[in-house]
């Protein structure tokens, strides 16, 4: 049997607002595929929202088990640290985010840490860590620019407004002024 139309039908129900019939029908299709990242990854973020942090660390252990066995440790654990933060564990899940950085610096998988600079910004943003928020800004920016040069200008835009409303937050207006002129 293929797991993909049990996933699809399992996304319909999550799409109609039945959460329930969603993770019944996630974990038929892991029934089918027990390494099925995609019914995972939804199953963790079902739990999540659900606000069942036991189900959904054990689904997040799940999915680092599944990348663990592929050789991709690092999207494993950043995978963990995402859902730690998201479940109010800011302290573990950043250690995870830190963990996962040190991996996908070893595979060479830039997008994959551009990712997680990209999370481990918005979460310090929640927690108003408006330093670490920033420097991970400029990290994912530095790595974007690079990957993608043609999307340097759209790049930096999205930045200097991004790091402008951080000036805001920290009371820095003329530099605020600045950035998001620039942006």
């Given at each position: 049997r293929d797991a993909n139309p049990v996933d699809s039908l399992a996304e319909a129900y999550f799409r109609m607002g039945r959460l329930d019939d969603a993770i019944a029908k996630y974990g038929d299709a892991l029934t089918i595929k027990p390494?099925?990242?995609?019914?995972?990854?939804?199953?963790?973020?079902?739990?999540?929202?659900?606000?069942?942090?036991?189900?959904?660390?054990?689904?997040?252990?799940?999915?680092?088990?599944?990348?663990?066995?592929?050789?991709?440790?690092?999207?494993?654990?950043?995978?963990?640290?995402?859902?730690?933060?998201?479940?109010?564990?800011?302290?573990?899940?950043?250690?995870?985010?830190?963990?996962?950085?040190?991996?996908?610096?070893?595979?060479?998988?830039?997008?994959?840490?551009?990712?997680?600079?990209?999370t481990e910004s918005f979460q310090y943003l929640v927690k108003g860590d408006y330093p670490s928020a920033r420097k991970s800004i400029i990290n994912w920016l530095d790595i974007d620019v690079k990957r993608d040069p043609e999307s340097a200008a759209y790049d930096e835009a999205f930045f200097n407004s991004t790091l402008g409303f951080i000036d805001l937050a920290e009371g820095k207006i003329d530099s605020a002024r600045s950035k998001l002129a620039k942006g």
């Open positions: 390494d099925f990242l995609g019914s995972l990854g939804s199953l963790a973020f079902l739990y999540a929202l659900k606000e069942d942090s036991r189900q959904a660390q054990g689904t997040i252990d799940r999915i680092v088990a599944v990348r663990l066995s592929a050789g991709r440790p690092g999207l494993g654990y950043a995978s963990k640290g995402f859902y730690q933060c998201w479940l109010g564990a800011f302290g573990k899940g950043l250690e995870n985010l830190d963990k996962a950085q040190g991996m996908l610096a070893a595979e060479g998988n830039e997008s994959g840490r551009a990712s997680i600079f990209r």
